[in-house]
Structures are given as C-alpha cells and as structure tokens.
C-alpha cells in the first residue's frame, strides 16, 4: 500500500528511480513520473489503464524551465505563462526532441504547466527532470482532490502520496494554445476564460468534441462516477425518480430538498460562489457515488465563469441515454 507523507526527499528518490509519486497540485492530485524516462511513463498509462493516444501534461517548476522542453513559446502564450504561472493554466507549445514520444502520444505539441503548490514546486525545483503526471484517478473516473481519494484506487499500485491537503482549486487545469494567430482553449478549467481574455483579448473555445485531433484525451465521457449520473431540473428528477421509490442522491448548487434524506444530499455552495462550487465539485461526486443511493441526480450552474467548466465535468459524467 502506498504511504501518505510530505517527505520530498522520499518522493525525489522514488522518482529518480523511475517509481510513481501522486503528487498535489492546486487542481487535482497528480500521478507523476519522470517525464524524460519512457519506462517511467509506460508504468504511468498502465497505472491508470490510459489509452497511449491520450497524452501527458509535463510540470515543471517555473516558465525559465519550461523553455528547455519546447522549441519555441508564441507572444501570447508567453503573456498568459507569465500572469498565469504558477497556477491552473496548461499550454500545448511545439516540443522540443528531449521530451519523448510516448508522453505527446507522438504530437508536435508538449502540454507544460507550472502548477501552483508550495510542496510540488519544491520538489520540482530539486528534480533534474520534468514529472509527466495525469490526474491521479483510473482512466474515466472522478478526478482526486485528496491524498484519500488517490489512496482508494490507486494506493495499491504505487509506493508513495506526497500529501499536501485538499486541492484549492479542485478543477483540472484550462488548456490553452494556438492555431495561427489564433489562441484556442481545448479544455475549459480552474483559470476561466475571461482572465484569459484580459491578457490576449478574445480567444475561440473548442473543448465539445471527442473527435477533436488536437485534444484527443478530451473523450465525451469522462468524469464518470460508476453510479447512473442524470441531469436536469432537480424537482422534476426527483418527482420522478423518487416517485419509482429509487434511492435518490442529489448534487445542487445551493437548495436543498426535503423529500431527500441530508445523508443523500450535497450543496456545493449554500451562497452560491462558483469558486467553491468547483473546489467541492469532485469530492461530493465521490461521496454520492459511495453511498447506498441507486442513482445521482444532478443539476447545472449558471452558465459563467467556473459555472462553465464545472458544467463540462458534470456533462461529461452524465449517463448517456
Ligand atoms: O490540472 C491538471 O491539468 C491536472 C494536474 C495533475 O496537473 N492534470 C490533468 O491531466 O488533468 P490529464 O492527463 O488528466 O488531462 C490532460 C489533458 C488530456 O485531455 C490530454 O488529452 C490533453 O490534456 N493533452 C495533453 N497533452 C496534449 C497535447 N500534446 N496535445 C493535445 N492535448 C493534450
Ligand atoms: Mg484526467
């Protein structure tokens, strides 16, 4: 079983011997290996049970490191790397050859992002090599916001959890690169886009498509709790689902209902901040899943700010019909 620590000299030794560490980061927790190492990521896929064609983010301690794994960094995207990190912000930047094939599934571009926790950018900065790390879930499934999240699925796998707490963000990192002079978000997350758009004026958002060449890891199903997942007007659902003496469990923004018991129910921000929506989003879709409800019902948020991201994850987690 994996130990739960904050040793960072544990953690860098594992790693220098090609081993797995779940790492913190503001978002989600991490598994991370030597990104340089393609033994180290092959064990990284087959962890997780990823698909090769889904590729890697590597993390790096800061922009100037950052710059000996790419080929080149656009304007632009130097202007967001230089407000944004560190923090929730990845880039797709042309790879330069040191990074190997197995990480980009063989894509011209590298996703690289300086993720913003005291502990990671440590350990990072004491590191001669960037760490290649998915979110540190089974491939599908919820992403972890705690060292106990990773520990249930994956603590048998890997030998060490480097513990930094909950996640504050609790959203995955928003992806963001450029087609021409074009600069495109493929994944909406924890940066929104409109403190995007105050540094590089208006960018196109392309994260609705599983067919989509340039982010192929962004399948339409994803996120998935194992329980059936059902969007929609919550007193309707209920209505119905209740109604059919299913055990119902309710994931909202702020109301609660009283036809469902409160060990059943979850309101992700009783005053409505979508910040803390976000940061409770992936635990809550957790807890639900291992209570004794049947089914998890669900609704959207408003539709701005993080409202959008946190309304990608619940879509993508939704049973399809
Ligand atoms: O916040 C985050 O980004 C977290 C933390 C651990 O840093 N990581 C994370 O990694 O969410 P993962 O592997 O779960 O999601 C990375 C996404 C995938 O959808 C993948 O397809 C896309 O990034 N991606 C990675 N490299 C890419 C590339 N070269 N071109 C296009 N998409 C890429
Ligand atoms: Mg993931």
Known sequence: MATIGQDIVQAKTILEAGELVAIPTETVYGLAGNALNPRAVASIF?????????????????????????????????KLAEEFWPGPLTLLLPRNKIIPDIVTSGLDRVAVRVPNHPLTLNLLGQLGFPLAAPSANPFGYISPTSPQHVDAQLGGKIPYILDGGLCKVGLESTIVGMEGNEVIVYRLGGLEVSEIEKVVGEVSVKSHSSSNPQAPGLLESHYAPTKPFIIGNLDDLIKEWHGKDMICAVLSLKKRFSSIPDEYQIALSPKADLKEAATHLFSAMRMLDSSNAQLILAELMPDEGLGKAINDRLKRAATKG
Do not use: G, Q
């Not at 301690?61 to 632009?76: G, H, N």
């Open 46 to 78: 087959e962890t997780k049970n990823r698909p090769s064609f889904d590729p890697l983010i590597i993390h790096v301690p800061s922009l100037e490191v950052a710059e000996d794994y790419v080929s080149e960094i656009p304007a632009a995207l130097r």
